[in-house]
T-cell receptor, first 111, second 114 residues
Framework: EDKVVQSPLSLVVHEGDTVTLNCSYE??????LLWYKQEKKAPTFLFML????IEKKSGRLSSILDKKELFSILNITATQTGDSAVYLC???????????FGKGTLLTVNP | DSGVTQTPKHLITATGQRVTLRCSPR?????VYWYQQSLDQGLQFLIQ???????AKGNILERFSAQQFPDLHSELNLSSLELGDSALYFC?????????????FGPGTRLTVL
């Protein structure tokens, strides 16, 4: 069964800090790894990483995928209070097309 | 706003009852996915439909069923409700029927079973 483990479970930082969120996985047949941001509502899509796209960047957020070591990281530089949220890592793989989610990392950015 | 709509936003009902949750995917998306999010289990995949046909099943209980209609909207039916069914139910949609495409989530329906 596919498995996604995120660390740390929670993180408290000050505005301006840089954070790194981790996601390790086990999968039978890798298709893609996705990052979502969830505030008090629905998960919002951030990045999708695939075999052909192992690095993505958007503004202060960036992510890489290491298919050999089976992990991904999400970096957020110059954090802002608006970055406070749960960050979810999800895996698409195996014999069907579902997303398997990790438990998430709760990021709190204090002013 | 992802373009995925879900109704109702909130639902409060009693044990043993049956409810129907509705989802309209983004324009052009053929795939609809249903997820359950509870505090202890996180986001769990329930079921996927692609262009009207069931494509994949997750840990969906036999008391739960879903369908996708010709206009591509989907309904999730939950019956014989138990206290443990209280959760957020999300619908997501994607263009393609496979897992490579990113999924966009609706605002969710919060179900409370009393």
């Amino acid at each position: 069964e596919d498995k996604v483990v995120q660390s740390p479970l929670s993180l408290v930082v000050h505005e301006g800090d840089t954070v790194t969120l981790n996601c390790s996985y086990e999968v039978t047949n890798f298709r893609s790894l996705l990052w979502y941001k969830q505030e008090k509502k629905a998960p919002t899509f951030l990045f999708m990483l695939t075999s052909s796209g192992i690095e993505k960047k958007s503004g202060r957020l960036s992510s890489i995928l290491d298919k050999k070591e089976l992990f991904s990281i999400l970096n957020i530089t110059a954090t802002q209070t608006g970055d406070s949220a749960v960050y979810l890592c999800a895996l698409s793989g195996g014999s069907n097309y579902k997303l398997t989610f990790g438990k998430g990392t709760l990021l709190t950015v204090n002013p | 706003d992802s373009g995925v709509t879900q109704t109702p936003k909130h639902l409060i009902t009693a044990t043993g009852q049956r409810v129907t949750l509705r989802c309209s995917p983004r324009s052009g998306d053929l795939s609809v996915y249903w997820y359950q999010q509870s505090l202890d289990q996180g986001l769990q995949f329930l079921i996927q439909y692609y262009n009207g046909e069931e494509r994949a099943k997750g840990n969906i209980l036999e008391r739960f069923s879903a369908q996708q209609f010709p206009d591509l909207h989907s309904e999730l039916n939950l019956s014989s409700l138990e206290l443990g069914d209280s959760a957020l139910y999300f619908c997501a949609s994607s263009v393609v029927g496979t897992g490579e495409g990113e999924q966009f989530f609706g605002p969710g329906t919060r179900l409370t079973v009393l």
